[in-house]
């Protein structure tokens, strides 16, 4: 059975850029694959693999400017094909700037029906940068397919799969019929490290890039505003002596003195 | 104004009238569909079976339209309520932190905590609450309508995840541990550092979700809980955003890590490079001749 992985290319939060007034330079900030989206190529893969079918990655370039990005993006869609993917369908258009599950659902429905349209879509729980989870069931929507969410075991059946999905307090088992659009989470399965062979053969799968006129879809509008650091003060005193007694002594000192450790 | 609220649990049921009354909408129709039994503080409880995916798209051309739609930051809300607002074309914000009504904008953290976004307030918007930033209560007794809604996803059971009934959230002091540990048996000892100290142990996420050394309701992060405490001590963790912004309204952040270059020491205000292993016995000796216990 073929199966479908949107994949982010997602902000690096461990590479955050701003400027004096406290911004954010997005347009600076080097984009990466999207945790999580490894585990769903994975389970995808899986799936692939046992059934026979094709697994194609699907993904939109949401943050901007385009140009700044694109290489970025590449790179990420060919680490999505080099970890398992065949074939992957992309739209990258200089009026996408921001990454809004709105907008970002017409337009991966879009690509998916248009190509391929396999019938078990899969997400990562959430996405690194926005981490808002709301892109999987609002595509699912937007498809006319079922959904689930946070899913932590995945197995395929005769027209539905079989999910152990995370509820915060409990676990529930789900029989979800096909079509239909899974979000996984990091703990379903330990993606495997792609092979040189893997990602030299990637390089030559096929990767088709389109805009927005070429699926009909007019411009968009991005409904943010701005970006803000969150800044926390934090000390950042190591402490260091010839003895680890004496360390932990300096330590105990340090939280004495702050009144958060009471003698 | 017209109010619809989801809800899988009666623990939201303060956030969500927090937000309400801060919002100024407390005379606005307030709508529950529920799953749990909401005696108070809405018009109107359409009660149902279960939060499923499809429950708000179902029951949709019942109870009509809304300007606003509200649901906790639950995993089951975030799922029905993006599948409506899917299903409707309606913008979703989640996990707001705060919001101006008179400026129009609300917020949310972006990129793992280290970034705050500002929206566009728009009706008809779909949002879910973060936990815990507002509280409220507003009494009204609703009137209840039992519905009986099949789902297009079928239950097969349920399991209970166990939990210590730990609460890290409130705790004035967590000692959390992280993949520097090497098997369970060694959290031991940050068990007995939280006990001399008089806090908990929290950890982060693969301890909790990956090992399973650990009950969720320990798990600190995005994903997990926020502290709060006056001090947290993070053991051989090495400081992912996902983590540690989840600590930063703590006042004061020790981290104890054998490499000094992990990210925690940016994160932290003293910083102790050293093997656990070795450092950790000796603190905890010290701490308890120090402190006389
Ligand atoms: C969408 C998303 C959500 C996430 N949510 C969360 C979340 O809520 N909470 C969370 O915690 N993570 C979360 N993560 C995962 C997060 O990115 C990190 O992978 C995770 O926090 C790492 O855990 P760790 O620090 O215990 O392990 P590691 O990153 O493996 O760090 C272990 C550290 O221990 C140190 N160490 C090793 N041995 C010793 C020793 N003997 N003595 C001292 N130090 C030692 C190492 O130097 C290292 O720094 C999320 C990720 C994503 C993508």
Known sequence: MDVGVIVKAALDVNVLRSDPSGRISIESIPLVISEYDRNAIYEGAKICESTGGKLYIYSVLTWGPMERKLKDFENVIREALALGGEEAFTVVDKSINSSEPMYTSEILAKLISKYGSPKLILAGEASTDMTSSTLAPYLAAKLGYNVATFVKELKLGDGYVEVLRDADERLERLSVSLPAVVSVTGEINTPRLPTLIQIRRAFRKPLHKFTLADLGLSPIMSRYEDYKVVTVKRKNVIIEDESLEGVADKLIEHLIQEGVVKR | ?293
Not at chain 2, 7 to 36: E, P, Q, R, T, W
Not at chain 2, 133 to 138: A, E, L, P
Not at chain 2, 171 to 193: N, Q, Y
Not at chain 2, 219 to 247: C, D, E, N, T
Request: proline share 3%.
């Open chain 2, 1 to 293: 104004m017209k109010v619809l609220v989801l809800l899988d649990s009666n623990k939201y049921v303060s956030d969500i009238h927090g937000f309400i009354m801060k919002a100024g909408f407390s005379d606005a129709s307030l709508v529950a569909v529920s799953n749990v039994e909401v005696s108070e503080g809405f018009d109107k409880v359409y009660r149902v079976g279960d939060v499923s995916s499809d429950i708000l798209v179902k029951l949709g051309s019942e109870i009509g339209d809304f300007d606003l739609y509200l649901a906790p930051h639950s995993k089951k809300c975030i799922e029905a309520l993006s599948f409506y607002a899917g299903s409707r074309g309606i913008p979703i914000v989640t996990e707001v932190t705060d919001f101006s009504i008179d400026e129009g904008r609300i917020y949310r953290n972006i990129l793992s905590g280290r970034g705050l976004v500002s929206y566009k307030f728009t009706t008809p918007m779909a949002i879910t609450i973060a936990t815990g930033k507002f509280k409220g209560s507003i009494s009204k007794t609703p009137e209840i309508i039992n519905m009986d809604i099949s789902p297009s996803t079928q239950l097969l059971s349920t399991e209970e995840k166990a939990f210590g009934g730990v609460d890290i959230e409130n705790a004035d002091i967590v000692v959390g541990v992280g993949r520097g540990f090497k098997a369970k048996e060694d959290l031991d000892m940050a068990f007995e550092l939280a006990k001399v100290l008089g806090g908990e142990v929290g950890c982060s996420r693969p301890i909790a979700a990956d090992y399973h050394w650990l009950d969720e309701d320990r798990w600190i992060g995005i994903s997990g809980k926020k502290i709060r405490g006056k001090l947290y001590i993070a053991i051989g963790i090495s400081g992912a955003p996902q983590h540690i912004m989840a600590a930063n309204d703590v006042k004061v952040i020790v981290a104890i890590n054998k490499d000094k270059n992990a990210p925690i020491f940016e994160y932290a205000d003293y910083g102790v490079v050293a093997d656990l292993y070795q450092f950790l016995p000796v603190f905890l000796e010290r701490l308890k001749t120090r402190l006389g216990v």
